[in-house]
């Protein structure tokens, strides 16, 4: 899920063995489940349709998405196959409401210019445009 939404657009730009190699990338999910990680796995029966992480990463070891220490910055993806069904609409909700219970102010994004589907979702969901790093915009959700 971390290599579909780093290669969101189809283009194999990176491995998956690469994404998990670079820090950059890596720093998402490395150690999954340490205090403050937030996250939600969709699942159909036994099946992986998708996934949502959150994790507070700091200005030292930045996201993409960062905004300061405090705010989790999310990543996402569904599988090709589920898409289009309201399964990363389920996620961002289901995430929000858990970030919103843990007493986090507020989450943090970063959405590639050209990314539509994404971006649509996250303006559906109550987040704005923030900043810009790159080809990028960083977007912020206020609890
Ligand atoms: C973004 C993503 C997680 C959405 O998951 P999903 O399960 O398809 O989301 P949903 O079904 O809940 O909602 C999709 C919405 O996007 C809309 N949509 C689909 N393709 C679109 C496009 N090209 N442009 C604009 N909207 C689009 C759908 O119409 C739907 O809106 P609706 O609920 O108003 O009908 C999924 O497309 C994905 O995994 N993309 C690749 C990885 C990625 O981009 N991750 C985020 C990186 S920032």
Do not use: N, Q, W
């Given at each position: 899920m971390l290599l579909l939404a780093f290669t969101w657009d189809?283009?194999?730009r990176f491995t998956?063995?690469?994404v998990l190699a670079?820090?950059?990338t890596a720093r998402y999910l490395g150690g999954w489940r340490r205090p403050g990680d937030l996250g939600l796995v969709a699942v159909d029966g036994r099946t992986p349709l998708g996934a949502i992480w959150a994790r507070a990463l700091p200005?030292?070891?930045?996201g993409y998405g960062y905004v300061a220490d405090d705010?989790?910055?999310?990543?996402?993806?569904v599988a090709p196959a589920h898409r289009g069904r309201g399964v990363g609409s389920?996620?961002?909700a289901g995430c929000l409401r858990q970030a919103r219970a843990t007493g986090r102010r507020a989450v943090s994004l970063s959405v590639e210019d050209g990314n539509s589907a994404a971006r649509a979702l996250y303006?559906?969901?109550g987040f704005v445009t923030v900043g810009r790093d790159g080809g990028s915009d960083t977007m912020l959700r206020e609890l």
């Open positions: 189809g283009t194999p998956r063995e690469e670079a820090d950059h200005a030292a070891t930045p705010v989790p910055e999310l990543g996402m993806a389920a996620l961002l303006v559906r969901h």
